[in-house]
C-alpha cells in the first residue's frame, strides 16, 4: 500500500493576528508546519508528502522544509479549502492506494493517530479523527439573537479532527462531487456528500488546532513540558580591588562621590567586576582575565559595563536567559544606600533584563580587617540562568 500525505497549510491563519501566516510562526525554535510536517515524515507508511501553502509561499516554504527525509512537494493552494486539498492531489504520486489530509495547524497529533486515521481508511474507504463531545451539544436557530432549537443526544456527538485519510479513488469522487460555491471545511464533509461511510478514529485532546493566540499559547505550554524542566545555572563571582585617593569610585557604572576611588588597570568597578564573573562562571565560560587580560593596553581605563555587556552577550549566544543577579558589596564608607536605585538601573539596562531582576546590597565590614579600615572594597555576586532543553 502506498500512501501519500497532504498538509493543508493553504490559509492566512488571519484570526492569530499575528501578521505572519500562522504556519510560519515558530514554538520552540520550529514553525508550526515543520512541526506538523515532522509527524509524517517520521509515521513509517507515508511514502511522500504534498504541502499546499498560498501561492507567494510556495519558495519560502519549500526552502524551510528541504531536508525532509521523505519525499516533499511544495505546492500552490486554491481559494478555498478544497481548492487547495485538489491541488496536493493533483501532486501525489498516481500509485498511491490512501491518502491522508491534515490541517498544518496541528503539529501534535501522534504518530499512532495517523497510523490509525490510515488504517481505518484502509479497511473502510474513509476515516477522521475526531473527538466525543463531552459538553452537551445545542443546536440553534438562525436568529440573532440564537435561541435553542433543540438538544442533540451527546453520545452521538464527535468534534472532528484532522487526519482524515481516505481510499486515493475515495478521495477523487469526493472532490469530484464537490458542489461549486460551496466551501467544505473538511475532506470528510465531501466524502459524506458523496455517500462513502467515514469512519471515526478516536482523536486525541493533545491534537489541538491551533487559530487563536490563547492556542498559540497553550501550544508554547506544551512543548515546553515536552522538552522538560529548564535546566538552571548558578555561578558566582568575587572582586577587590584597593582604595587609593586620586581616582573616582565606581560602582556599577555609576560614579559614587567620595573621598577615594579603587585603584585598576580598567576603571576599576568592583562591582561590574563581580557580575561578570558570575555571569561567566554561570556558563562555564571561564573568568573576566580570559576575555580581559590586564595586561592588554586596550582595557586599560576601559568602562567595566562594556564588559559586562559582552558578557551578558556571550552567555545569550550559548543560549541562556538571565533569570537573575545579586550582589553584596562591602565597603565601610561611604554610605551606598542613596546610590543603590541608580547602580541597579545601570546594571539592568547593561544586561537587558528588568531592574527587579537585579538586586545590590551595601554592607559594612565593622571595622574589622582590611575592608573595615576602609583600604579595599569587595564584592560577592551571583548570577542564575536558565536555558530550555537539554545541554
Ligand atoms: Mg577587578
Request: hydrophobic share 45%; with cysteine; net charge negative.
Amino acid at each position: 500500500m502506498r500512501t501519500a500525505a497532504i498538509i493543508a497549510a493553504g490559509g492566512r491563519g488571519e484570526r492569530l493576528g499575528a501578521g505572519k501566516p500562522k504556519q510560519l510562526l515558530s514554538v520552540g525554535g520550529r514553525t508550526i508546519l515543520e512541526r506538523s510536517v515532522e509527524v509524517f515524515a517520521r509515521c513509517p507508511g507515508v511514502d511522500e508528502i504534498v504541502v499546499v501553502v498560498p501561492p507567494d509561499l510556495v519558495s519560502d516554504v519549500s526552502l524551510l522544509l528541504t531536508g525532509c527525509p521523505v519525499p516533499l512537494a511544495v505546492v500552490a493552494g486554491g481559494p478555498r479549502r478544497q481548492d487547495s486539498v485538489a491541488n496536493g492531489f493533483a501532486a501525489v504520486d498516481g500509485r498511491a492506494d490512501l491518502v491522508v489530509v491534515h490541517d498544518a495547524a496541528r503539529p501534535f497529533a501522534s504518530a499512532a493517530l495517523v497510523a490509525a486515521t490510515i488504517g481505518a481508511a484502509a479497511e473502510s474507504g474513509a476515516a477522521l479523527a475526531a473527538l466525543p463531545s463531552s459538553d452537551t451539544v445545542k443546536f440553534a436557530r438562525d436568529a440573532e439573537p440564537p435561541v435553542v432549537e433543540r438538544t442533540i443526544p451527546r453520545e452521538r456527538v464527535y468534534l472532528a479532527q484532522t487526519p482524515q485519510a481516505f481510499r486515493a479513488d475515495v478521495l477523487r469522487a469526493a472532490l469530484a462531487a464537490a458542489v461549486p460555491g460551496e466551501t467544505a471545511t473538511d475532506e470528510a464533509a465531501l466524502a459524506e456528500r458523496a455517500g462513502f461511510p467515514v469512519r471515526l478514529v478516536p482523536g486525541e485532546p493533545t491534537n489541538i488546532k491551533i487559530t487563536t493566540a490563547a492556542d498559540f499559547e497553550s501550544a508554547r505550554t506544551m512543548i515546553e513540558r515536552e522538552s522538560g524542566p529548564p535546566r538552571i545555572r548558578v555561578g558566582t563571582g568575587y572582586d577587590l580591588h584597593r582604595l587609593v585617593e586620586g581616582r573616582p569610585l565606581i560602582l556599577g557604572g555609576v560614579t559614587v562621590p567620595f573621598t577615594h576611588g579603587l585603584a585598576g588597570h580598567s576603571d576599576a568597578d568592583v562591582l561590574a567586576h563581580a557580575v561578570t564573573d558570575a555571569l561567566l562562571g554561570a556558563a562555564a565560560l571561564g573568568d573576566i582575565g580570559r576575555f580581559f587580560p590586564d595586561t592588554d593596553p586596550r582595557w586599560k581605563d576601559a568602562d567595566s559595563l562594556a564588559m559586562l555587556a559582552f558578557a551578558a552577550e556571550r552567555v545569550r549566544a550559548e543560549g541562556y536567559v538571565i533569570a537573575n543577579v545579586d550582589a553584596v558589596i562591602i565597603a565601610e564608607r561611604p554610605k551606598l544606600l542613596p546610590h543603590v536605585p541608580a547602580i541597579r538601573q545601570r546594571l539592568a539596562d547593561t544586561l537587558g533584563v528588568p531592574v527587579g531582576d537585579v538586586s545590590v546590597k551595601g554592607k559594612t565590614n565593622e571595622g574589622v580587617d582590611a575592608m573595615g579600615r576602609g583600604e579595599a572594597m569587595v564584592v560577592h555576586a551571583v548570577a542564575l540562568l536558565t536555558a530550555r532543553g537539554s545541554s
